[in-house]
């Protein structure tokens, strides 16, 4: 007898224009939610995040009157995909399957500075209580831009630490730009001022993984109308849903830049 395959879920969600913060666009397969959330917004409140606001989780509470269990977190200044589940129960094994090795999170990213190869850092992270932990990101550019010195990157975590790419993109000396914490402030000074670009360009892309169900799930997330152009005016760069079709990052860089003696070095 013939081995039955897993069933395989592709989507891939179009944001609405970001004023529409109230219908956080979603898709929906059994307990599994995918939800897109906009740059400026919380995925939840936490006491390092300020007063109390009114998050994504709770939006999309109001919106479908059922309980909402984000899987993982962005940062606030980040736009994107964000997965949840609409059951307690269930949030244990998905993120064991989002967590696992071989599963893909890719994020869109615009980098100071003409990034010419695919790199991975690995550079560890401190927790929360100071103690470094394993970090790895694969840095890969898309295109570089004839008006500004940026690059247009994709970006795979393959851990999932706090600000990694951004602090990733800084020790490898092409900073996010309009990063507030760990990028380059005279820099974005001058993107901002000659270009009107007031957000910062990171954007989590798409998530291809294996289901505690053993589905295998592929979900892509556009940028929102306000990241298409500034991307567009950067870069001439629109095609993405065609873009939305290639192949994930490989894990396997032709360079690796790594911690050594306390500073970073080229390996490879």
């Given at each position: 007898?013939?081995?039955m395959?897993p069933?395989?879920?592709?989507?891939?969600?179009?944001?609405?224009?970001t004023?529409?913060?109230?219908?956080?666009?979603?898709?929906?397969?059994?307990?599994?939610?995918?939800?897109?959330?906009?740059?400026?917004?919380?995925?939840?409140?936490?006491?390092?995040?300020?007063?109390?606001?009114?998050?994504?989780?709770?939006?999309?509470?109001?919106?479908?009157?059922?309980?909402?269990?984000?899987?993982?977190?962005?940062?606030?200044?980040?736009?994107g995909?964000?997965?949840?589940?609409?059951?307690?129960?269930?949030?244990?094994?998905?993120?064991?399957?989002?967590?696992?090795?071989?599963?893909?999170?890719?994020?869109?990213v615009?980098?100071?500075?003409?990034?010419e190869?695919?790199?991975?850092?690995?550079?560890?992270?401190?927790?929360?209580?100071?103690?470094?932990?394993?970090?790895?990101t694969?840095?890969?550019?898309?295109?570089?831009?004839?008006?500004?010195?940026?690059?247009?990157?994709?970006?795979?975590?393959?851990?999932?630490?706090?600000?990694?790419?951004r602090?990733?993109?800084?020790?490898?000396g092409?900073?996010?730009?309009?990063?507030?914490?760990?990028?380059d402030?005279?820099?974005?000074?001058?993107?901002?001022?000659?270009h009107?670009?007031?957000?910062?360009?990171?954007?989590?892309?798409?998530v291809?993984?294996?289901?505690?169900?053993?589905?295998?799930?592929?979900?892509?997330?556009?940028?929102d109308?306000?990241?298409?152009?500034?991307?567009?005016?950067?870069?001439?760069?629109?095609?993405?849903?065609?873009?939305?079709?290639?192949?994930?990052?490989?894990?396997?860089?032709?360079?690796?830049?790594?911690?050594?003696?306390?500073?970073?070095?080229?390996?490879?």
């Amino acid at each position: 007898m013939f081995a039955m395959m897993p069933p395989a879920y592709f989507t891939m969600l179009h944001p609405a224009d970001t004023t529409e913060l109230s219908a956080p666009m979603r898709w929906t397969r059994g307990t599994l939610m995918a939800l897109y959330k906009p740059h400026g917004l919380l995925v939840h409140n936490s006491a390092f995040a300020g007063p109390k606001e009114e998050p994504l989780i709770d939006r999309v509470e109001a919106q479908t009157q059922q309980r909402c269990y984000p899987l993982h977190r962005i940062d606030r200044g980040t736009s994107g995909l964000v997965l949840a589940v609409n059951a307690r129960d269930e949030s244990g094994r998905w993120m064991q399957a989002l967590h696992r090795a071989e599963t893909v999170r890719e994020y869109i990213v615009v980098l100071r500075g003409h990034l010419e190869h695919t790199v991975r850092v690995e550079r560890p992270i401190p927790d929360e209580h100071g103690e470094p932990q394993e970090a790895q990101t694969i840095f890969a550019p898309m295109r570089q831009s004839k008006i500004a010195r940026l690059t247009l990157a994709r970006a795979r975590i393959l851990t999932g630490r706090t600000h990694q790419i951004r602090r990733h993109a800084r020790s490898l000396g092409h900073p996010v730009l309009n990063d507030s914490n760990w990028g380059d402030t005279r820099f974005n000074r001058q993107v901002r001022e000659a270009h009107s670009i007031d957000r910062m360009l990171l954007h989590a892309w798409r998530v291809q993984m294996t289901g505690p169900d053993g589905a295998e799930y592929d979900v892509v997330c556009l940028p929102d109308q306000g990241f298409q152009a500034c991307i567009a005016r950067l870069f001439d760069f629109e095609s993405w849903v065609t873009f939305g079709g290639m192949s994930t990052l490989s894990t396997d860089a032709p360079f690796v830049y790594r911690v050594k003696g306390g500073s970073l070095e080229a390996v490879g």
